[in-house]
């Protein structure tokens, strides 16, 4: 066997080997704490694979608790944050958008407060691509583009039933 030979198949078995995470990309990622004891994390996950992947659960040693998070509005109205025990499925050629009021990495019980340029090393765990390690560096200035910030547009809305005064 010819050394051209022996290299092709090492390449070609390479190939099969490689890991699917190189499918999975993640951009846009920023943590952020509003107290001591608990901290969140916010990204853009994007699928450039062939096929659905599903994101199980997330790891790191920042907190003693990290778990995938997402808001949902209660039958009051309310928006409550829950823990997403199922985790979120990831489509082909799509993108999840972690962002402050929808799904985000959630930790709790913080090893140290989330400082400013500080990084959180995150793993994310795929049933597809296995296992993503992601660093995220913390900005606690940010401004969120997403859902839950910025102005609302009421301009549709009838606020004649409404009491203007200052003292309400």
């Known amino acids: 066997m010819s050394l051209k030979t022996t290299l092709m198949g090492a390449v070609a078995a390479l190939s099969f080997a490689m890991p699917a995470f190189a499918e999975i990309e993640v951009h846009d990622q920023y943590a952020r704490s509003s107290n001591a004891m608990a901290g969140a994390a916010f990204m853009t996950i994007h699928n450039h694979g062939d096929g659905d992947d599903h994101l199980l659960s997330v790891m790191s040693d920042a907190s003693a608790r990290v778990e ?27 993108e999840i958008t972690m962002q402050r009021g929808a799904a ?56 004649s039933d409404m009491d203007h005064s200052a003292d309400n």
């Open 68 to 94: 995938l998070h997402t808001h949902i509005e209660d039958a009051e109205g309310v928006m409550r944050m829950t823990y997403v025990e199922e985790g979120f499925v990831l489509p082909a050629g799509g």
């Open 104 to 159: 985000h990495v959630m930790f709790m019980g913080l090893n140290t407060p989330f400082e400013q340029d500080d990084i959180v090393t995150i793993t994310f765990v795929f049933e597809h691509a296995g296992e993503v390690v992601v660093e995220i560096p913390v900005d606690q200035t940010r401004e969120e583009h997403g859902a839950m910030s910025g102005d609302v547009d009421h301009s549709d809305m009838d606020h």
